[in-house]
């Protein structure tokens, strides 16, 4: 079992940062790889960015290519999205998620290839 917690959304303007933080705990020895997704309003949920742990391979989509940086803090047990030049259509609640599962070094994008989700953080970006 594990438990993931997130924290730091909030209301900001367009152009802003934003530091996302889940804070796992549990059997964090397992997990292989964790993930950051997003849900808004009347939408699926969609990857943001993900983190195979083995290789530290990331993997970004494609609209938050160069804004968007995922990273972890072993001793923490957390996994942070910095989120930089925030966009109005960035607007969603952020949700973070661990795979426990055999992996291999690839990265992994699909929520059904996760098995613990946070209860997410909401972002909201005015412009």
């Known amino acids: 079992q594990v438990q993931l917690v997130e924290s730091g959304g909030g209301l900001v303007q367009a152009g802003a940062s934003l530091r996302l933080s889940c804070a796992a705990s549990?059997?964090?020895?397992?997990?292989?790889?964790m993930g950051w997704f997003r849900q808004a309003p009347g939408k699926e949920r969609e990857v943001v960015a993900t983190m195979t742990y083995s290789r530290g391979s990331t993997y970004y989509a494609d609209s938050v290519k160069g804004r968007f940086t995922i990273s972890r803090d072993n001793a923490k047990n957390t996994v942070y999205l910095q989120m930089n030049s925030l966009r109005p259509e960035d607007t969603a609640v952020y949700v973070c998620?661990?795979?426990?599962?055999?992996?291999?070094?690839?990265?992994?994008?699909?929520?059904?290839?996760?098995?613990?989700w946070g209860q997410g953080t909401q972002v909201t970006v005015s412009s």
């Open positions: 549990g059997r964090t020895s397992s997990i292989n790889a």
């Open positions: 998620a661990a795979r426990l599962r055999p992996s291999s070094t690839r990265t992994y994008s699909s929520p059904y290839e996760y098995d613990y």
